[in-house]
T-cell receptor
Framework: AQKITQTQPGMFVQEKEAVTLDCTYD???????LFWYKQPSSGEMIFLIY??????QNATEGRYSLNFQKARKSANLVISASQLGDSAMYFC?????????????FGSGTKLNVKP | NAGVTQTPKFQVLKTGQSMTLQCAQD?????MYWYRQDPGMGLRLIYY???????DKGEVPNGYNVSRLNKREFSLRLESAAPSQTSVYFC?????????FGSGTRLTVV
């Protein structure tokens, strides 16, 4: 089974609007971490936001927030007030467990296009 | 700036040639990783090194070898390149709270 599933290969959003990128995960380990990375056309991987499985509140970083629904095993990324510079590939990832943090899984990504 | 540096940025190889991708980090991380990225498949782990002196296979290790030269450096070697190894390669280092990635190497094998 896929550890991380991103069901939206591509999305469009109008500039200044909010957009939600979907991510579901699969793990039986009670301790895990969820991450979102941005990959612009230049190719680098940029860390955006992190949510731990025991965190009570949803993580926020500026215009990024992570909508963490533990029972549904979803970790959707919400980008508020989209900007043209947000056009990029977005990857959801999960670190499974605490001790062996080499178990780090990536989804297949969502390509976001922001329209002016 | 602190981070992960990998070289080269671009490389074209002929089938059967060998090459080594270099990676160095200055964040004092114990763990380092090599990933490949292919269209529609996200990032897949090739090899990792949990600490200096140790290396382990990831999801797609065939056709690759690695060396953890010291705490800072982790290299990836292709002994006999094949067209199936055409990909973008990322080195990363990290902790339990996440990874920092290098800027990537775009490798084409013809």
């Amino acid at each position: 089974a896929q550890k991380i599933t991103q069901t939206q290969p591509g999305m469009f959003v109008q500039e200044k609007e909010a957009v939600t990128l979907d991510c579901t995960y699969d793990t039986s380990d009670p301790s895990y971490g969820l991450f979102w990375y941005k990959q612009p056309s230049s190719g680098e991987m940029i860390f955006l936001i992190y949510q731990g499985s025991y965190d009570q509140q949803n993580a926020t970083e500026g215009r990024y927030s992570l909508n963490f629904q533990k029972a549904r095993k979803s970790a959707n990324l919400v980008i508020s007030a989209s900007q043209l510079g947000d056009s990029a590939m977005y990857f959801c990832a999960m670190r499974e467990g605490v001790r062996n943090f080499n178990k780090f899984y990536f989804g297949s990504g969502t390509k976001l296009n922001v329209k002016p | 700036n602190a981070g992960v540096t990998q070289t080269p940025k671009f490389q074209v190889l002929k089938t059967g040639q060998s090459m080594t991708l270099q990676c160095a980090q200055d964040m004092n991380h114990n763990s380092m990783y090599w990933y490949r990225q292919d269209p529609g498949m996200g990032l897949r782990l090739i090899y990792y090194s949990a600490s200096e002196g140790t290396t382990d296979k990831g999801e797609v290790p065939n056709g690759y070898n690695v060396s953890r030269l010291n705490k800072r450096e982790f290299s990836l070697r292709l002994e006999s390149a094949a067209p199936s190894q055409t990909s973008v390669y990322f080195c990363a280092s990290g902790t339990v709270n996440g990874y920092t990635f290098g800027s990537g190497t775009r490798l084409t094998v013809v």
